[in-house]
């Protein structure tokens, strides 16, 4: 099975949305949380990461369609 753009996509928004909002949770927290920005920022970097890589990926040749 080859990959195509709709499958990008669908791989491409979620991710680079929660990556987002890990890097924000990261950037903008204070007292108790704190002490999980690390993580968050961490989380929130391979999330947008692996959402660019995936539009990075070389598609594959169409299937050959039938002919009547």
Not at 2 to 28: E, H, M
Not at 31 to 55: F, I
């Amino acid at each position: 099975m080859s990959l195509n753009r709709t499958a990008k996509g669908i791989v491409l928004v979620p991710s680079l949305l929660l990556g987002g909002a890990f890097l924000a949770a990261g950037v903008w927290s204070d007292g108790p949380a704190a002490s999980n920005r690390m993580l968050a920022l961490t989380l929130g970097g391979v999330l947008m990461g692996a959402g660019l890589l995936a539009q990075l990926l070389p598609e594959g040749d169409p299937e050959p369609g039938e002919r009547d």
